[in-house]
């Protein structure tokens, strides 16, 4: 997948990445580098919205998997599960969100978790840049699945079945 594609996928996809004005710089299997300019994310403080930050980030994090996952079938079905943003200092130009690949073994865990059990769940890591330092950190679990949820390869599976907890969901294992 291209730069240029991954730009109009998120465009279309997620149209807030076109209200901010995001651009892809770099979209590869080692690193996705997304940049946004400084005046459409602007928070009433003359600094950039801590949203928009985050949200750069968080694409940065789901294009990342997404690229990794296309060429394996999978990457329709992926969404974030879990996020935590540490902000270092104000922002006051524009910014640009680095995600890079995570170590050698984990997006093929990722992969075969989706194929064996038909979902699988993978963190990343992205850095929000702005004039050469690292200005916010994000940290994400995102979840993915093959298409409808099932298993990609033919076996038995558990059924799982979502239980109400007060005041949370939890997925429970029934075998």
């Keep these: 997948m291209t730069a240029h594609e ?3 996928l998120l465009h279309e996809r997620i149209p807030i990445s076109a209200a901010m004005g995001v651009r892809v710089v770099i979209a590869d299997h080692d690193q ?3 940049q946004a300019p400084f005046q459409p994310n602007v928070n009433p403080h ?7 930050i985050s949200t750069l980030a968080l694409m940065a994090g789901w294009s ?3 690229i990794r996952l296309v060429d394996h079938g999978f990457g329709e079905h992926v969404v974030i599960r879990r996020t935590r943003m540490d902000y270092n200092f104000p922002i006051t130009s524009s910014f640009q969100a680095v995600c890079t690949a995570p170590r050698e073994g984990v997006v093929e865990k990722f992969i075969h978790h989706i ?3 038909g979902r699988g769940r993978i963190e990343l890591r ?4 702005s004039g050469g330092e690292v200005a ?12 409808a949820g099932k298993p990609a390869l033919l076996e038995e599976h558990p059924i799982e079945e979502v239980e109400h907890a007060s005041p949370e969901l939890r997925v429970v294992n029934r075998e």
């Design 32 to 34: 996705v580098v997304l």
């Design 115 to 117: 194929e064996r059990r």
């Design 6 to 8: 991954l730009e109009a």
């Design 126 to 129: 992205a850095d929000v840049l």
């Design 64 to 66: 990342m998997a997404y």
């Design 46 to 52: 003359g600094t950039a919205f801590g949203g928009s």
């Design 136 to 147: 916010a950190s994000f940290h994400g679990e995102f979840v993915a699945s093959s298409p």
